[in-house]
């Protein structure tokens, strides 16, 4: 909802999402929490989002005034078929974005870190890549990933065409 007056500000690039293709609640409410102490926050967002089309229809209609606009995209809580809920998201968001970001990050999201490895992580890139057209493809991983983990996604990622890696949340 924000594209239009966070690009009217001068902002380079402004990346919406997660959408989802189907719209959720997220998680339940609070779900921000500010750490005074650390001077740090956590999210438990869970996605939450109007879904796919409203999304993709409002970044259509965003007044852009020359910045980047980046769609990020991930898979309904519930999704049976994960993977075919990123190729929606990844067909729906190229035909609008300057780049498409795969999240595949959330801890928020019971086993979606497990796409983050092997033969899993190289079907969803795989299915993907096909999907966006000559839109770049960035990939969002979680930050906590280990040395082995690191490497199986920047395998994965450079033999898919991955175009940029996404490392970290809030």
Known sequence: RAISGL???????VEV?????????????????????????INRMGFNNGGLAAGVARAAAATRRGGVLGINVGANKDATDRIADYVAGVRAAAAVADYVTINIS????????????????DELLAAC??????????????????ATGIDGVAKAAIARGVDALVIGNT
């Open 7 to 13: 690009m009217a500000l001068g902002f380079g690039s």
């Open 17 to 41: 999402g997660t959408l989802t293709p189907r719209a959720q609640a997220g998680n339940p409410k609070p779900r921000l929490f500010r750490l005074v102490e650390d001077r740090a926050v």
């Open 106 to 121: 959330s801890p928020n999201t019971p086993g979606l870190r497990d796409l983050q490895q092997g033969a899993a992580l």
């Open 129 to 146: 890549v096909a999907e966006r057209g000559t839109t770049p493809l960035f990939l969002k991983i979680a930050p906590d990933l280990d």
